[in-house]
């Protein structure tokens, strides 16, 4: 019997290795992520895995994230989320140039929360941040980013995710016109997604209030249909602040529908995210068969004030874990395992590989039936031998085995 | 596409839940007619049996789309999901309650901010409520027959759900506050609440139409 392993020598609880192919698909989905961020001319940063605990401020953050301390006894986070550090480093690094910063990122986060409850204490977020511009163009512009990268990722809008687009500012500014005495406990409670209580709330107030406090938050409905809107500025009547959040839905929803149809966008009144943090459009992403959201995000308008640099901000952030998990099956890269301890051996891999052939070289001299199993140990289709006048290519589960020039190989092996 | 699904809490309030779900005419027939399988499909829909306190579990991951589930059990375990509609049935209280004898020794103590020892199947509701007042509380956590540990000095008061008070009365517990009142909630994914809105939101229409006549 095996020795039973120490603990010591498990991953941490939330914590795991990533092995082939599943470290594969992780790390190519981030690169055509970041590919389609570049497009959009999205330049990528890097923020330290360690932050002050000042930096963030947000209690369920704070509370959530992995703490230590430096050697002068300063108390120091695990980023738990990637938007503040980056806000930090705008304000501290960019103030010479002009906004707005177009940045993006595709770093581990890590939360201590939801260990125990199926999810990840490290997980990988991939986003942007657009700063310094209050252009409802921008938000527009960040929403169609994110739905470029999930349809160029093999994911249909509509049937494979949808978009739910909110704008925390319409609620809220009904509720400081028509109920500022209630106003901060009914956007808690609807931050806590808690229908019940606002409903609870509203019974203090006269009727026609009270049914704009229920109903706002329930109209939900595709954005190509047009009566969601209209059944919000009806329940929104002359509140200025109110309509000013609805005229900038509908500025984004124009900008969104120029570049192509609004399939998969949904509109939700009661979406307004974090407690008290975005400040205008708010949106989540999910995918069908998902639980969870794969993406979200909005705009933020207060976080910069923070780090003294009063800036308008919007942005989004993919979990690319759940990304992944919810993109349809592609077929892996091919991989030929190149058997042989020779010189000859060694001169064909490198031959192979000028031609754009994967070749893993086993140096050593290995029978067939061996070099098979081997081969699809390591996922590779094919094994293949050095042999006068080019390389034997057997296919890795059996098959014929043929003699091909080097550079008939890639024609062989890459369909 | 397949129906909801929808998780149904055994116990207590499954019964509540059956006809909150039937005023909605959803098929629930199949669930009172054999009481031992755990997954029932009837007419598209999908309905799982399982403990109350997992109901939030399913709801939260998205293994069920909507679930029934107690406020008391939402407040304790504070899932990340949508509570859409209080279905009025199912009420009972949190309380603080003690021993009648003792029951001024453990105001004193509470008054006088020392460290009391609470027994209780909700520790975080407790732990929350003593914090609340500003006092001290050594909550330990047990999974059954709570109203024991007061008994046999395992805890000087327990923090416990009552719908009539009768437990309590039989074993010479008294109710010394009010925490939280609970009803039965309707509870929804957040991802089902919007991908799969029409159903879910026909699902609360026909509730609010037909649900009060019959809760």
């Known amino acids: ?415 | 596409m397949r129906g909801l699904r929808v998780a149904v809490p055994k116990g207590a309030i499954f019964e509540d839940a059956l006809a909150a779900l039937e005023s909605a005419g959803m098929p629930v027939g199949v669930l009172r007619d054999d009481g031992r399988r755990l997954l029932y499909r009837a007419d598209g829909a999908e309905f799982i049996m399982s403990r109350p306190s997992d109901v939030p579990v399913f709801v939260e991951h998205g293994a069920a789309d909507i679930g029934i589930v107690g406020k008391d059990v939402l407040d304790e375990q504070r899932p990340n999901v949508m509570e859409l509609r209080d279905l009025g049935t199912g009420a009972c209280q949190m309380v603080l309650a003690a021993p009648r004898t003792k029951v001024e020794e453990v105001r004193r103590s509470i008054d006088h901010a020392e460290v009391v020892r609470v027994g209780t199947k909700f520790p975080n509701v407790a732990r929350r409520y003593f914090e609340g007042m500003g006092r001290q509380a050594e909550v330990i956590e047990l999974h059954g027959s709570v109203e024991l540990a007061p008994l046999v000095g395992l805890a000087e008061c327990i923090v416990d759900l009552t719908a009539t008070g009768t437990t309590l009365r039989e074993n010479d517990l008294v109710v010394m506050d009010e925490i939280s009142s609970s009803t039965a909630r309707l509870i929804a994914n957040r991802g089902s609440y919007r991908l799969r809105h029409r159903e879910v939101a026909g699902l609360i229409e026909a509730m609010n139409r037909n649900g009060d006549r019959v809760g």
């Open chain 1, 1 to 415: 019997m095996r020795e039973k392993t120490p603990r010591k020598f498990s991953t941490t609880p939330g914590t795991r290795d990533v092995l082939p192919p599943e470290s594969t698909r992780l790390l190519d989905a981030q690169a055509r992520v970041l590919a389609r961020f570049r497009l959009h001319g999205f330049r990528e940063v890097i923020t330290p895995a360690l932050e002050y605990s000042e930096v963030i401020e947000e209690p369920k953050l704070r509370d959530s994230a992995f703490k230590l301390f430096d050697p002068d006894n300063q108390m120091l986070l695990l980023r738990p989320e990637v938007t503040t550090p980056v806000a930090r480093l705008v304000a501290q690094r960019l103030r010479n140039s002009p906004p707005p910063y177009k940045l993006s990122y595709s770093l581990p986060v890590y939360r201590r929360a939801g260990v125990g409850r199926g999810q990840s204490a490290e997980f990988r977020q991939a986003g942007v941040e657009a700063v310094g511009s209050a252009s409802p163009g921008e938000d527009a512009g960040t929403i169609a980013l994110l739905v470029d990268v999930l349809r160029t990722l093999g994911l249909r809008p509509g049937t494979d995710f949808a978009l739910v687009l909110g704008q925390a500012a319409f609620y809220r500014g009904y509720l400081k016109g028509a109920a500022p005495g209630v106003a901060p406990d009914v956007l808690a409670a609807l931050a806590d997604k808690d229908l019940v209580r606002v409903d609870e709330i509203s019974r203090t107030l006269q009727p026609e209030v009270a049914a704009s406090i229920r109903e706002i938050p329930r109209l939900v409905g595709p954005a190509a249909d047009g009566s969601v809107l209209e059944r919000a500025a009806g329940y929104a009547g002359r509140n200025e602040e109110a309509a000013a959040a609805l005229e900038n839905l509908r500025l984004i929803l124009d900008h969104l529908q120029a570049i192509g149809p609004l399939d998969g966008v949904m509109l939700d009144f009661g979406l307004i995210g974090r407690h008290d943090y975005y400040t205008g459009a708010v949106y989540e992403v999910y995918a069908s068969g998902l639980g969870f959201t794969v993406a979200n995000g909005g705009r933020y308008d207060n976080l910069l004030r923070r780090f003294g640099e009063p800036l308008p901000a919007t942005g989004f952030a993919i979990s690319l874990e759940r990304l992944v998990s919810a993109l349809p099956e592609r077929r892996a890269d091919p991989l030929v395992v190149l058997v042989g301890a020779s010189v000859e051996a060694t001169r064909a891999a490198s031959e192979l590989r000028d031609s754009h052939v994967p070749v893993l070289h086993l140096a050593e001299d290995l029978p067939p039936a061996q070099a098979a199993d081997y081969a699809r140990s390591v996922d590779a289709d094919w094994v293949c031998y050095p042999a006068p006048g080019g390389v034997k290519l057997a296919p890795a589960v059996g098959g014929e085995a043929e003699i091909l020039a080097p550079g008939a190989v890639a024609g062989r092996v890459i369909s």
